[in-house]
Every structure is written in C-alpha cells, then in structure tokens.
C-alpha cells in the first residue's frame, strides 16, 4: 500500500522569501505524484503531477517540484514566496490500478510573514 | 465551464441520523471520487464511482455508502451518525477513471455531528 508523509506541519516564511515543502512518498512502482493546494474554506486546487519524463515539473502560481526516485521525495519549490500563497499544501500519491484513488499526506500549513 | 457543485455546503446532525450528501460533477465527467478530511486523520478516501459502478472503496466501515446515477451526479450517504464523522467530505470529478486524468475537487459540505 502506498502512503505519504510530509514531515513539516506549519512552515513560515517572509514574503519574498524562497520556500520547499517536503513530501516523501512509500510505494512498490512507480507512483504518480502530486501536490494540491487548499485555501481556507475551498476544496483542493492541482498544482502540479509527475507521471514519467523529466523530473522536474513545472506547475501553476509558479511552482515547482523535483522527483527523487533515489530519496522517496517530491518537493515542491517556489523562488519567492507571495501572500497569497499562504494556504495548505498536500501531496498525494496514486496508482496505476487503483482508479482515481489518492493517498494524501498530512499536509503542510504555509503561512506568510509581510 | 460550471465546477463540481457539492450540496449542502454546511450541515448540522444529531448522533444516530443519517445524511446524505450530493455532487455534481463537471459537465461530461464520468467519475466522482469522495474524500473525508479531518483535523486528525488527514483526508482520506471514501469510495469512486464510474458510471454509475462503484470502482474503487477506503477502508471505511459499512455506514458510509453511496451511490453514482445516469447523469453521474452522485451521493453519499452516512447513517447512524457518531461525533467522529463531524469533517469535510470533498467530492472530485473527472472525465474518467485512472489516475491519468485530473480529479476536480468541490469546496466540500462540512458536516457536524452533535
């Protein structure tokens, strides 16, 4: 079974500031990954998946996120961080056979200092 | 393009009800996962359904079910409320099953359970 694991559960940063969320992932194949993003009050936004290719992978908001096979990880980057980026993040992982089904990890609250 | 519209958006129940709980996908989408997101567990994964058949199921006990209609709207239900169910239950939509295709979540209905 696949699981997830993000190892910071509030992060602060200046605005302007660079940012990485970690994410390390479990998983037998190799797994699809993602990150999601939750504002207060709303569902989940995509941000960005890795399926195959090259592993690093542009998103949305400016967003990036490297996949490690060597390390188990998927963390995502921003060279600087705004206000509105303060929300929570989530990175999941899915799997060939097992339809749309996500493995979410905890997540990871961003909050923004001015 | 209308997003995935969950109904209720907020709800209030007394332990040993039932609720149901609807989403409507994204015109032309097939599937619709349903998640349960709590400040203890995390979000977690409930059920998927593909036209109108149930593909995929969490490990959930038997009081959560739900059910995919003709026009892929689908519900879900929960009866003999406890406490513990009091959390947001995301639905996603996508235009197929597989992990390939991108799930659209809803801002969520949050149920509490008194």
Redesign the interface.
């Known amino acids: 079974a696949q699981s997830v694991t993000q190892p910071d559960i509030h992060i602060t940063v200046s605005e302007g500031a660079s940012l990485e969320l970690r994410c390390n992932y479990s998983y037998g194949a190799t797994p699809y990954l993602f990150w999601y993003v939750q504002s207060p009050g709303q569902g989940l936004q995509l941000l960005l998946k890795y399926f195959s290719g090259d592993t690093l992978v542009q998103g949305i908001k400016g967003f990036e996120a490297e996949f490690k096979r060597s390390q188990s990880s998927f963390n995502l980057r921003k060279p600087s961080v705004h206000w509105s980026d303060a929300a929570e993040y989530f990175c999941a992982v899915g799997a060939d056979n097992a339809g749309n089904m996500l493995t979410f990890g905890g997540g990871t609250r961003l909050m923004v200092k001015p | 393009k209308a997003g995935?519209t969950q109904t209720p958006r907020y709800l209030i129940k007394t332990r040993g009800q039932q609720v149901t709980l609807s989403c409507s996908p994204i015109s032309g989408h097939r599937?619709v996962?349903w998640?349960q997101q709590t400040p203890g567990q995390?979000?977690?994964?409930l059920f998927?359904y593909?036209s109108e058949t149930q593909?995929?199921k969490?490990n959930f006990p038997g009081r959560f079910s739900g059910r995919q209609f003709s026009n892929s709207r689908s519900e879900m239900n929960v009866s003999t409320l406890e406490l513990g169910d009091s959390a947001l239950y995301?639905c996603?939509s996508?235009s197929d099953?597989?992990?390939?295709?991108?799930?659209?979540?809803?801002?969520?209905t949050r149920l509490t359970v008194v």
């Open positions: 995935v599937s996962s998640y995390g979000l977690q994964f998927e593909f593909r995929n969490g995301l996603a996508s099953t597989g992990i390939r295709t991108e799930a659209f979540f809803g801002q969520g």
